[in-house]
């Protein structure tokens, strides 16, 4: 016992210097790892050696938790927080670019020979062939080689007669521009075909078959072409030109983003067979006055050139005083048979320089568009069916993630319009300037004012597509009112418009006779 008493208090004599010798190494732990070193003798330190080794390692794992725990300034030294922002995106895009760029190397390995081979240009060549029906065809189509059309003509199952290139001055009478009836039909059967599992050029390929037009059979073979060569299908479509609409181009481009094909193709599909049903309510309206029109028009110079003068005869030889309507009459009718053909002419030549003057001038289209829109029932028609056609346009895109700015540039190709082309460009300006779209709508005579109101409340809500959907839907409903109302009252307008025609020279005929019954008496 008294061994360990006296044992105790050296003991409890040498842990206090130990402990003041830690807290001063705390501050310094390197001078304390050697000053532990020293004191420690050889043997002991080479058997310590590993722990002091993982003791070290635990200080630099504890050095780089208190680094991280540090501000930015202090890591890197940056005396604002904006350059330490600046330098930690680049560090963290660094890898990613690094990363990209080795992923990327095979693909553009691969599509360095597609580019050079879009940039060759294709020859236009015409082909005879023997379908299989058994019954022999020719067509045209366009390709990089003879050896490209012949080979794409055996893969379609065609025994090949004959393929040739075209001479330069056989050239193709007018634009391929698909119509919205052939879009409407061919992305419902293409969406149908996708859907039961057929691959996209197998199902483009059933279209080619299936079409009687020359026009359509050479634009599906023209898409089946470009699909096997590996092409995309918008960009399949993109390579004809104007055939295909650049709003379904665009489309198309999203869906192969998402790989939803099928589903924006029926979409599309229902699109345009609203556009189709539209067009043709708008034909049907003016079918009606059209043919009233030509027969009154046919009636009146039947009357004049043949019936007024057998009278005008007879008013000669019994020397009738003629009345000033009757005597206008008989002038009108002289002049036309002396002048009908020269008449005919200018009529011909007026019209073609119309038409002409409004598809090339821009103004002169633009000041005859306004002059309708002014005019009491056609100015509905048209700005309920800009209204409509534009609102269920842009709804479209929006609700399949185009950008605002690129769904403005489509609209304005989409539409013929130019006051609203016009709309369009100060919507576009706006946007730029960081304004909203209905910025440009204000004010607008154009635009009705249920349409710019719901426009503000999609902003507003952040619901613009599914408003923009509302607003169609209701124009076209008031567009088919109007067009309704407007054949009932063309129809009664148009009967008493022949009658009243008639009934004119019938009156100017049966005036003069009244005066020769007179004369005879």
């Not at 293409?190 to 078959?209: C, E, F, H, N, Q």
């Not at 092409?231 to 790989?259: A, H, R, W």
């Not at 002396?338 to 289209?365: D, S």
Request: aromatic residues 8%; charged residues 20%.
């Amino acid at each position: 016992m008294g061994l360990l008493g006296k044992k105790e208090p050296k003991q409890k004599q040498q842990k206090p210097p130990k402990e003041k010798k830690n807290k001063k190494q705390k501050n310094n732990p390197k001078n304390a790892q050697v000053q532990a070193a020293q004191q420690q003798p050889a043997q002991q330190q080479a058997t310590q050696q590993p722990v002091q080794q993982q003791a070290q390692n635990n200080m630099q794992q504890v050095q780089q938790q208190t680094q991280v725990a540090q501000t930015p300034q202090q890591q890197t030294g940056y005396t604002t927080e904006n350059e330490w922002i600046n330098e930690a995106r680049t560090y963290q895009t660094q890898p990613m670019q690094q990363q990209n760029q080795s992923a990327s190397m095979p693909q553009e390995s691969i599509a360095d020979p597609n580019k050079e081979r879009k940039r060759r240009p294709n020859k236009r060549y015409k082909y005879t062939i023997i379908n299989s029906m058994g019954k022999k065809e020719k067509g045209n189509f366009d390709a990089e080689s003879e050896d490209d059309v012949r080979n794409f003509l055996l893969s379609q199952d065609y025994k090949v007669l004959e393929v040739a290139e075209r001479d330069k001055y056989d050239i193709d009478i007018g634009k391929t521009t698909l119509k919205a009836g052939d879009l409407s039909f061919a992305l419902t059967q293409l969406s149908t075909y996708l859907r039961a599992g057929i691959p996209l050029a197998d199902s483009v390929r059933i279209l080619a078959k299936q079409t009687k037009k020359p026009a359509l059979k050479k634009s599906y073979n023209q898409l089946v072409y470009q699909l096997l060569k590996g092409e995309d299908f918008s960009t399949s479509m993109e390579l004809q030109g104007d055939t295909y609409p650049k709003m379904l181009i665009n489309m198309v481009k999203t869906s192969e983003l998402t790989g939803d094909l099928p589903s924006i193709l029926d979409d599309m599909a229902e699109y345009y067979t609203s556009m189709d049903q539209t067009k043709k309510q708008m034909r049907s309206a003016m079918t009606y006055p059209v043919i009233v029109l030509t027969l009154a028009l046919g009636v009146l110079i039947f009357m004049l050139t043949y019936l007024v003068p057998q009278f005008s005869t007879m008013f000669e030889e019994n020397g009738a005083e003629l009345p000033a309507l009757t005597q206008t009459i008989l002038n009108l009718s002289e002049f036309i048979k002396e002048n009908g053909v020269l008449l005919l002419i200018f009529i011909i030549i007026f019209i073609i320089a119309f038409v002409m003057c409004y598809k090339k001038i821009q103004p002169f289209r633009k000041v005859i568009q306004i002059i309708l829109m002014h005019l009491p029932i056609f100015s509905s028609i048209i700005i309920y069916n800009e209204i409509a056609n534009f609102t269920k346009t842009f709804a479209s895109l929006l609700n399949h993630g185009v950008f605002i700015t690129d769904s403005m540039e489509i609209l304005s190709k989409v539409t013929s319009n130019e006051v609203y082309k016009e709309i369009i460009e100060n919507t576009l300006v706006n946007l730029a300037k960081g304004d909203t779209i209905s910025t440009a709508f204000r004010g607008q005579w154009a635009i009705p004012v249920v349409a710019y109101e719901m426009i503000v409340t999609g902003e507003s809500t952040g619901q613009l597509g599914a408003m923009m959907e509302k607003v169609a839907s209701h124009f076209q409903v008031l567009h088919k009112n109007v067009i309704d109302q407007m054949k009932s009252l063309v129809e009664p307008f148009m009967i008493i418009a022949l009658a009243g025609i008639v009934g004119v020279i019938l009156v100017s005929i049966v005036q003069p006779m009244f005066s020769i019954y007179s004369a005879v008496q």
